[in-house]
C-alpha cells in the first residue's frame, strides 16, 4: 500500500511570510495527525483529525495555525504569518482510527527553515 | 502530566558492539510504550512495540521489555550494524490517546 504522502519536501520562506503543506493519507485512514518536530527534540503533537471533525488542537499556536481536512482525506496545514521559532520538520500521520492498538503510519515530512 | 526520558545522545559504537539506549516514562495507567526509528531524511517508523507489562516487543534484531516495576523500556540489540545509523526515539500512548515522544538519541555506527 502507499504510504502518507507529504509536500513539499523542503521549504524556506523568509519571517512573516505565509506557508502551507499538504498531506495525503494512507487509503482508508480515518484519524490524520499533524506534528512538529523541532531539531534535537522528538514530535509534538500539533493537530488530530478523525475524519473531517477536529479530536485534539490543544497544542496548535492558533494565533498563526490553522489546519482543514475538509473531506476527510487529505489535509493541509498554514502557518500565517511565520516567525523565526516555527523553523522544523512537520510531520503527518495517519491511523485505520482511533485507538490504542492502531499504529500511526509517518510521512517523510516538510523541513521548514525561517530566515 | 505524561512524559517520556531517553538517553541523551549521540552514541557512537562500532559495528557488531552491543548497544543500550534507555528509556524511562512517568504516566498515569499503563501505556502502551514504543520505539521508533528516523533515517535521515526520512519519516518515523515504528521499530517494535509492548503493550502491557512483561511484554517484549522486538523486530530486526532489536528488543525492549516494558518493566512496569521500573518505568523503563530500554532498547537492545547484540550486535549493530552501519545501517543501524538512525536517530532513535522512545514514545508512550497515554490514556487520552495521544504519542509523547523522548527527544531521541542519535545512534553512529562505526565500520
Known amino acids: 500500500e502507499a504510504g502518507v504522502a507529504q509536500s513539499p519536501r523542503y521549504k524556506i520562506i523568509e519571517k512573516r511570510q505565509s506557508v502551507a503543506f499538504w498531506c495525503n493519507p494512507i487509503?482508508?485512514?480515518?484519524?490524520l495527525y499533524w506534528y512538529q518536530q523541532i531539531l534535537g527534540q522528538g514530535p509534538k503533537l500539533l493537530i488530530q483529525f478523525q475524519n473531517n471533525g477536529v479530536v485534539d488542537d490543544s497544542q496548535l499556536p492558533k494565533d498563526r495555525f490553522s489546519a482543514e481536512r475538509l473531506k476527510g482525506v487529505d489535509s493541509t496545514l498554514k502557518i500565517q504569518p511565520a516567525k523565526l521559532e516555527d523553523s522544523a520538520v512537520y510531520l503527518c500521520?495517519?491511523?485505520?482510527?482511533?485507538?490504542?492498538?492502531?499504529?500511526?503510519?509517518f510521512g517523510d515530512g516538510t523541513r521548514l527553515s525561517i530566515l | 502530566g505524561d512524559s517520556v526520558t531517553q538517553m541523551e545522545g549521540p552514541v557512537t559504537l562500532s559495528e557488531e558492539a552491543f548497544l543500550t539506549i534507555n528509556c524511562t516514562y512517568t504516566?498515569?495507567?499503563?501505556?502502551?510504550l514504543f520505539w521508533y526509528v528516523q533515517y535521515p531524511g526520512e519519516g518515523l517508523q515504528l521499530l517494535l512495540k509492548a503493550t502491557k507489562a512483561d511484554d517484549k516487543g522486538s523486530n530486526k534484531g532489536f528488543e525492549a521489555t516494558y518493566r512496569k516495576e521500573t518505568t523503563s523500556f530500554h532498547l537492545e540489540k547484540g550486535s549493530v550494524q552501519v545501517s543501524d545509523s538512525a536517530v532513535y526515539f522512545c514514545a508512550l500512548r497515554s490514556r487520552d490517546d495521544k504519542i509523547i515522544f523522548g527527544k531521541g538519541t542519535r545512534l553512529h555506527i562505526l565500520p
Open positions: 500521520a495517519s491511523s485505520r482510527r482511533q485507538g490504542a492498538n492502531q499504529p500511526q503510519h
Open positions: 487509503s482508508g485512514h480515518a484519524t
Open positions: 504516566a498515569t495507567g499503563y501505556p502502551s
